[in-house]
């Protein structure tokens, strides 16, 4: 799975919401930061060549869908995260976000509760 920018990682999330869309569909779910048209359309195209989309042509547009799930793009962004910054510990994750007071202890022996349920 190659690496997406964040535009591309941004298109991803809308075709996963929209599960089949046109290049006009995505356009419209765009907020801020719009890009034009032919641009948006390039994008999703390097979407297609880097294996995240396909699509179903109505003659000479084309319907464009996730092939690969957001749980399966979490997962790689995930553990490609954890081994780059966190030295591949979850222990230094947890140690991250306690530190920067994002994690509250309740949400801690809720985790514990998870790991020990599942032994």
Do not use: C
């Not at 995930?78 to 222990?91: G, R, W």
Request: net charge neutral; aromatic share 12%.
């Amino acid at each position: 799975m190659q690496k997406l920018t964040n535009k591309e990682e941004e298109i991803m999330h809308i075709l996963w919401k929209l599960e089949k869309a046109f290049v006009k569909d995505v356009l419209a779910e765009i907020e801020t930061d719009k890009p034009h048209y032919n641009t948006l359309s390039t994008i999703i195209r390097n979407l297609e060549e880097k294996g995240y989309v396909s699509y179903n042509a109505f003659g000479k547009t084309h319907q464009y869908y996730p092939i690969v799930s957001k749980e399966d793009y979490k997962k790689r962004f995930m553990t490609t995260a954890i081994e780059n910054y966190f030295n591949s510990s979850y222990k230094n994750v947890v140690s991250f976000f306690a530190k920067e007071e994002k994690i509250s202890v309740d949400e801690l022996k809720e985790i514990i509760a998870l790991i020990e349920n599942n032994k």
